[in-house]
């Protein structure tokens, strides 16, 4: 630039003419020389942006690179044949080769043989266009099994010509396994819903039939074809249909399982009485998603109930009536043998005399008073008066009632109920009848000078656990269970100070309509010990005895 502009200066001595000629010339030389300048520039700012986008270009690259080297799925491309051009390292995770190997080979190569029509389908240059998937198995050179999902879509130039095709392929053996376990389980409930004797059918939430087995079908003579689909009301007498819905809808409130039962008017007209059972199944997230419900046809068991119920009435009745007509002439007897006792001081023999026929006399009376007493447990007439008691004032009543025997026999009686009331719902009368029977009997079988243990405390939060021990000879393990049959006697009292043989019978019916339970085991060293376990609640305050 400087030297132009020292030829414009000397130009300019020259004459006019030729100056501006000269002027022309240097200004030309200046134009051509600052676009040159120009251009050089311009173009070394774009070699400048080139390098850059070429730098960012590979470094774009670089990532791609290993962002496709550390994806867990196997990623390759094609040429338009299917024969593999490029494979991520996920190539030898799959088939024990490096992915160096997989270059020219087809996908259908590495596949079962079973599945290499359904590869090669996959590749195929005509339609469908876009996104093409297909699973098959994969057996690697150690001989594991693997299930592979393969996706692949094809690539074509601007004009449609096919380029190529691009994939990947996802292991999904375990989810392959998974599905296949589940599928096996399903089709297990299937047949064992299918081939259950009891009739079942399964609902969805809207109390839909979704599917009913082989049994329902046979018991309400409906095809199953009739019935998927349509709910109670379509299928059942008004009657039932209401109940059905009330309990379905119970149960998708309150879940757990639902029972109750009801008279059926099957297909045939005939009517029959069921058990109905309603169980709510849920997800696994907890979501209700349907109501299994079975129908167990309970019409025999009914009958068979009812007539035993009659047999056990009629017999109770009969014991009843035997006992009243009984107790007359006893009272006559023992009327009559006291008399004799009486009448024959003064004749030992005679007095001996009577005196036997007075002791047969009062032991024939307590077995008509405990046939009586069971015939009274028995009876559905009878009740029973449930209150909230404390039981350690019972044990302690009956104890003090039994205070001129204990000191006759010089026995100890230790009481140990603890200070805290033991609260239950009992019937004061026959729940002390089991205790004064117990104790009694534990008094008759102590040896005497010896003590007798009664303990009473609560077990659990539900049950109150009453305990009587003697030291006497205990009871042979073989009849631990039938003392508490009617008239079997425990071979420790055949000696004759046994009574009837039923107060025990007595008692466990007594417990029995309590809702609780008496047994007896032996004590480790000497004596027997009695267990009287009760229910605290769940009673209400007269209660029918129950048939038993």
Known sequence: MPQTLATAAQAMALPASAGWMALLAVTTAAAIGYAAW???????????????AQHETARREQEFSLLIQGVQELIFRTDAQGNIRFA??????????????????????????????????????????????????????????????????????????????????????????????QKEHLEFTERVLEFN??????TDVQGRFITVNKAWEN??????????????????????AQNCTATSAQLLH????????????LADGSPRDVQVTKVLLRSSQGHPIGILITQLDITDYLGARDLAQQASRTKSEFVAN????????????????????????????????????????????????????????????????????DVRDIIEDVAAELE?????????????????????????????????????????????????????QAQGENTIHIQVRDRGPGIPAAELETIFQAFVQSSQT??????????????????????????ATNAPDEGAIFHITVPTAGYTDTMPAPLL
């Open 38 to 52: 120009r251009s050089q520039r311009a173009r070394a700012a774009a070699q400048q942006l080139l390098a850059e």
């Open 88 to 181: 991520n390292p996920r190539w030898q995770a799959m088939t024990d080769q490096s992915p160096e190997t997989a270059r020219g080979k087809h996908l259908s190569d590495i596949v079962l043989p079973e599945y290499r029509d359904t590869i090669q389908a996959l590749f195929s240059p005509q339609p469908p266009e876009g996104l093409r998937s297909a699973q098959a198995q994969v057996r690697n050179q150690g001989g594991s099994l693997h299930v592979l999902e393969f996706s692949v879509t094809p690539l074509r130039s601007r004009d449609g010509q096919l380029r190529g095709f691009v994939g990947s392929g996802v292991d999904i053996t375990e989810l392959h396994m998974a599905q296949q376990r």
């Open 197 to 202: 004797p009891l009739p079942m059918h399964l």
């Open 219 to 240: 018991f309400m003579g409906l095809p199953r074809s009739q019935v998927l689909g349509r709910t109670c009301a379509d299928l059942l007498a008004h009657t039932q």
């Open 254 to 265: 309150e879940g757990g399982t639902v029972r109750y039962e009801e008279r059926l008017q």
């Open 322 to 389: 035997i006992s009243h007509e009984l107790r007359t002439p006893l009272q006559s007897i023992l009327g009559f043998s006291e008399l004799g006792m009486a009448r024959g001081r003064q004749h030992e023999k005679l007095a001996s005399m009577f005196g036997d026929i007075h002791a047969a006399g009062l032991r024939m009376l307590g077995l008509v008073n405990d046939l009586l007493d069971i015939s009274k447990i028995e009876s559905t007439v009878g009740a029973f008066h449930f209150e909230r008691n």
């Open 404 to 456: 001129m025997l204990l000191q006759q026999r010089q026995l100890q009686l230790a009481l140990d109920l603890g200070r805290m009331p033991l609260m239950a719902k009992v019937d004061t009368a026959r729940f002390s009848q089991v205790v004064r029977n117990v104790l009694a009997n534990a008094v008759k079988f102590a040896p005497e000078g010896s003590r007798i243990d009664v303990g009473a």
């Open 494 to 519: 055949r000696d004759g100070s046994g009574g009837t043989g039923l107060g025990l019978v007595i008692c466990r019916k007594i417990m029995a309509a309590h809702g609780g339970r008496i047994h």
